[in-house]
């Protein structure tokens, strides 16, 4: 089995493959106080559930956004799994060209995310993906990443505003039924629910309008379910994007293809 892992700043994504099939995925906190042994018991348990044991492990690949954690699994991956893990970089040929001013700048998951996204489109294509930043990314119909946009997270939004602002509460993020607040906590999910959506569908529409093309719009992360049910631009959600652009990824290097590098 390929053990496929996203370390994002907020959550960590798990995904276990037997071939192209994703067999179970799980999400965990990311967190860059916790050591190799910690991290290793709360993937034992999570494999165990699944009744899956580390010896079944055949290979791991990790993207990652927190270089102190990507220490961290590279080592747990030595250790428990007795892999060193293939590791999206810069310089991974993933088979999609980056037409960015500094590459290396790209985040992996962005890159993953491209790959994904066109291997299973084969056209233009916007992925939107809510993370702790929320990220747009605009592939070209020949497949090149061309770049994107980089918005903060509407949880980093909500965030922000309670700490702020001295009167406000902490809120959850839901979609109010009404844009119009009867009181401060329905008034704040208002704004930061349908302010978050306007920003969304703006950015969107002025891609698409600088683009020249007519983009697949594809929502991924975690709250992606949520902002898409009010989005007027957002096409599709997948939740397994990020996952699905690592096996991708990981076979094209098993099978040696010789593709064009990141940069």
């Not at 962005?110 to 489109?121: H, M």
């Amino acid at each position: 089995m390929l053990f496929a892992i996203d370390i994002g700043n907020t959550n960590t994504v798990l995904g276990l493959y037997r071939d192209r099939q994703l067999l179970h995925d799980w999400r965990i906190t990311t967190d860059k106080s916790r050591t190799v042994d910690e991290y290793a018991v709360v993937i034992h348990d999570l494999f165990a559930l699944a009744q899956v044991r580390f010896d079944q492990v055949e290979d791991v690949i990790i993207s990652c956004v927190v270089p102190p954690v990507l220490v961290t699994f590279e080592s747990l991956c030595r250790r428990y799994f007795k892999h060193v893990p293939l590791v999206v970089e810069a310089d991974t040929r993933t088979g999609m060209p980056i037409c960015y001013d500094h590459p290396s700048e790209v985040g992996a998951d962005r890159v993953v995310n491209g790959v994904a996204a066109y291997e299973r489109y084969h056209r233009a294509l916007i992925i939107v993906d809510f993370g702790t930043a929320t990220t747009f990314d605009y592939i070209c119909a020949q497949g090149n990443y061309q770049g994107g946009a980089i918005a903060p997270g509407i949880g980093i939004a909500a965030e922000a505003l309670h700490q702020r602002a001295s009167k406000l509460p902490r809120v959850d993020i839901v979609r109010p039924p009404h844009v119009i607040g009867k009181n401060t906590v329905s008034s704040m999910q208002a704004g930061i629910f349908y302010g978050y959506v306007g920003l969304v569908d703006g950015i969107v529409e002025r891609m698409k309008a600088e683009c020249g093309e007519d983009p697949l719009v594809i929502a991924t992360g975690g709250l992606a379910p949520l902002v898409a049910e009010s989005s007027t631009t957002i096409d599709e959600v997948s939740a397994d994007l990020t996952l699905e652009g690592l096996r991708i990824i990981h076979e094209r290097h098993r099978l040696g293809f010789d593709r064009s590098p990141v940069r």
